[in-house]
């Protein structure tokens, strides 16, 4: 199977410290020793209001960063940076834009034809823009509340269409067959007994096991691996990953910090008092989540034959 990986983020607004944040905040708290985190400061999306001010965009991010660390987020648990640092997040939501229908908008659907004409592209396009925000860091599994699950369809709608138009090289399956060859004799009869199991009963215990058994092996590409996990479901590669649903129940979740407590006061000050260690997280933070979008966008500009 792919990497555990979640990536979240919130943006950077005037009314911060509502119920809410508070309860996403602390979901993270408890993620980041679960799986591997990216979290992000979503200023990108904060653009999308016409009317935002730049200089309190800005300020708004260091006080978020701030704030997270002083509730308990950990830099050395998860990755912390911010959006518009990375390139590659517009990059991703250009060329993803040029296959993704605008029926798929959920926004479009439900404006009245009157509504319709203040709406700016970047409005209409915030739903594609959160889509592209967790592929590109192929996240393998997005949580939160039934307000969620049209952005969970939309993604997944993203990832069929474009491995479909792009995942099916030519010579594919040859391909994937030398790749087989290259786990060995014994792993490679493994992976042919998993897949023929699968695909003839369908048990995803069986699936998870194969995918296991090509994550596993050091000595493969990134592309021999994705031409392997998709020839286990009989399609072509899995350039992006479809990430799996966690529905996050609100009422049951609790606050895992006190702002009124001396611990969150004094880490408040301390934080506020060293603004070049809030800009050391911020770049350890990019540089790490720079790596992943260019592996990323790597392969996304070949396979779409952009990459001369």
Request: charged share 40%.
């Given at each position: 199977m792919a990497i555990e990986r979640i990536v979240s983020g919130i943006k950077p607004t005037l009314n911060l410290f509502n119920n809410e944040y508070d309860l996403k905040l602390s979901n993270w708290i408890s993620m980041q020793h679960e799986s591997e985190c990216l979290f992000f400061v979503a200023d990108l999306h904060s653009l999308v209001t016409r009317n935002a001010e730049?200089?309190?965009?800005?300020?708004?991010?260091?006080?978020?960063?701030?704030?997270?660390?002083?509730?308990?987020l950990d830099p050395a648990q998860a990755t912390i940076f911010i959006q518009s640092k990375i390139p590659e997040h517009t990059e991703i939501f250009t060329l993803l834009s040029m296959i993704t229908p605008l029926n798929w908008f959920s926004k479009i659907n439900n404006l009245e034809d009157g509504e319709k004409k203040n709406l700016t592209l970047g409005n209409l396009g915030q739903d594609l823009m959160q889509s592209t925000d967790i592929l590109l860091y192929r996240a393998t599994q997005i949580s939160g509340a039934n307000n969620q699950i049209p952005l969970v369809k939309l993604t997944s709608n993203i990832v069929k269409e474009f491995n479909n138009l792009y995942g099916k090289d030519i010579g594919y399956q040859e391909k994937a067959k030398l790749a087989i060859k290259k786990l060995g004799t014994k792993k490679s009869h493994l992976y042919e007994e998993l897949r023929a199991s699968y695909l003839a009963k369908g048990d995803e215990q069986v699936l998870e096991s194969a995918q296991s058994l090509v994550e596993d092996q050091q000595g493969l590409s990134l592309g021999d691996k994705e031409r392997l996990l998709g020839y286990l479901e009989g399609g072509g590669k899995m350039i992006l990953i479809e990430p799996e649903f966690k529905l996050i129940n609100k009422e049951s979740n609790t606050i895992l910090f006190n702002r009124?407590?001396?611990?969150?006061?004094?880490?408040?000050?301390?934080?506020?008092?060293?603004?070049?260690?809030?800009?050391?997280?911020?770049?350890?933070?990019?540089?790490?989540?720079?790596?992943?979008?260019?592996?990323?966008?790597?392969?996304?500009?070949?396979?779409?034959?952009?990459?001369?």
């Open positions: 730049p200089e309190l965009i800005e300020k708004t991010t260091e006080k978020m960063i701030i704030d997270w660390l002083a509730c308990g009124e407590s001396k611990v969150y006061k004094d880490k408040l000050q301390q934080y506020k008092d060293s603004p070049d260690l809030i800009r050391s997280v911020a770049a350890d933070g990019c540089e790490k989540a720079r790596k992943i979008a260019k592996d990323t966008m790597r392969e996304v500009r070949e396979e779409m034959g952009i990459d001369f």
